[in-house]
C-alpha cells in the first residue's frame, strides 16, 4: 500500500513537470490551473490502473500447484468507472498439492484455501469437502477426528450444485 502511494505521488510530480515544460515550451499559453489539474489527473490514473492489475499481479505470481477457482468483483458509488467495468477485489485459490483423501472415506477431501484480498493479509483455511454430499466443512477450532478419519463437530454447509470450492476439490484426484 505504501508503495502504491509512493508510486501516485511521483506520477502527480512527474505529470506536473511534464504540464511545466510544456507550459515553458508555448511561451506560457496554458492557464495556471493545467498544472495541479494535470497532477490530479496523473494520480487519479494511476489508482485507477493500480486498482485494476491488482488481481493479475497476484494470480500470475501464484506458485505452481495453486489456482483461483473464485473472485469477487466490486462496484462502489465513489468509484464511477466501476460500473462500467468491475474490478477483482478478492480471490480464492485452492492448493492442490494440499488435498487429501482418506481410503477409509473416499468421498471426502481435505484441502487448503488460501483467501487473497487488496490491502489485507493472505488468509488460510482448510476446509473438509464431502463430494457425496455436495457439502463443505470450514476445519475450524472444535472439529476432532475420530479413529476412521471421520470428523466430528463439524459445521457442514450444503453447497449449492456450481460451488467453486466443493467443483474444485472434488476435481482433483
Same mark, same amino acid.
Given at each position: 500500500?505504501? /508503495? ?42 494511476? &489508482? ?11 494470480? &500470475?505470481? @501464484?506458485?505452481?500447484?495453486?489456482? +483461483?477457482?473464485? &473472485? +469477487? ?8 468507472? &466501476? ?8 480471490? +480464492?485459490? /485452492? ?14 477431501? /481435505? ?10 493479509? +493472505? ?15 470450514? @476445519? ?34
Amino acid at each position: 500500500m505504501f /508503495l502504491e502511494l509512493i508510486g501516485t505521488i511521483f506520477a502527480g510530480i512527474a505529470m506536473a513537470g511534464v504540464v511545466l515544460i510544456v507550459n515553458k515550451v508555448s511561451g506560457g499559453r496554458l492557464p495556471k490551473w493545467a498544472t495541479p489539474v494535470g497532477a490530479g489527473l496523473a494520480m487519479i490514473a494511476t &489508482t485507477i490502473s493500480s486498482e485494476y492489475s491488482w488481481y493479475s499481479r497476484n494470480s &500470475t505470481t @501464484l506458485p505452481e500447484g495453486m489456482a +483461483v477457482i473464485q &473472485t +469477487v468483483e466490486n462496484r462502489s458509488f465513489y468509484r464511477p468507472w &466501476t460500473y462500467i467495468k468491475p474490478y477483482t477485489e478478492r480471490f +480464492v485459490a /485452492l492448493d492442490s498439492a494440499s488435498v487429501q483423501t482418506n481410503a477409509s472415506l473416499p468421498d471426502q477431501r /481435505l484441502a487448503d484455501l488460501y483467501f487473497f484480498a487488496r490491502w489485507s493479509a +493472505v488468509e488460510k483455511l482448510s476446509v473438509l469437502v464431502d463430494c457425496a454430499g455436495n457439502r463443505r466443512a470450514a @476445519l475450524m477450532d472444535g472439529v476432532n477426528f475420530d479413529a476412521e478419519g471421520g470428523v466430528q463437530n463439524a459445521d457442514w454447509v450444503v453447497a449449492p450444485d456450481d460451488d467453486p470450492v466443493v467443483d474444485a476439490v472434488c476435481e482433483v484426484s
